[in-house]
């Protein structure tokens, strides 16, 4: 897994073979970055990554600058993976939690400037997920949501929806919580 830029930008890191995620591409990572630095400076901000999976987009939110990144996994494999490289990097800002990201959802007190979901593509009842962000309280006015999701779906007729992106077989909606 290889960062791609900002402070830790091309360093990389061994993926362990047993890790079942999916894990978002280089190519569809640095072009979803590239909208969204596009959108907002991501220096000072915070950041939440839910079904973080190998921690590669929250490594790419502390890289760029954000004041606090939350990562959210619930495989044990994958959160003890991004416990090593949290301990490798140690750095402050980076906070990985072992749990499950719809009960994270449904139980958030905190809103986050920017949050990222890369949910399994086949996990059931995966169409509600961007509606439970979207009315939770993990965005404030003027939050940036961002969910990862296969062609099948289309998230285009729900509030605050601006943008979708499409990189290959991997496909981005975006959102900006509105008042």
């Known amino acids: 897994m290889r960062i791609i830029r900002g402070k830790y930008g091309r360093r990389r890191f061994d993926v362990p073979g047993n890790i079942t995620a999916r ?5 569809a990572r640095e072009n979803i970055f590239n909208v969204i630095e596009n959108m907002t400076d991501l220096e000072g901000l915070t950041a939440l990554d839910l079904f973080a999976g190998t921690g590669a987009v929250s490594l790419e939110f502390l890289s760029r600058g954000c004041s606090s990144v ?9 959160y003890r993976f991004i416990r090593q490289v949290a301990q490798i990097l140690d750095d402050p800002a980076w906070h990985p939690m072992r749990g499950d990201a719809l009960r994270f959802i449904a139980t958030a007190k905190e809103s986050y400037d920017i949050v990222f979901a890369d949910p399994p593509y086949d996990l059931p009842g995966f169409a509600e997920i961007a509606p439970a962000v979207l009315r939770s309280e993990l965005l404030h006015e ?3 949501f961002i969910i990862e999701h296969s062609r099948n779906h289309d998230f285009s007729s729900l509030p605050g929806f601006v ?3 499409v990189y290959g077989s991997v496909n981005f909606s975006i959102f900006i919580k509105q008042a």
């Open 23 to 27: 894990p978002t591409t280089d190519f």
């Open 70 to 78: 939350t990562s959210v996994e619930k495989a044990q494999v994958q």
């Open 142 to 144: 003027g939050s940036i």
């Open 163 to 165: 943008d979708h992106r």
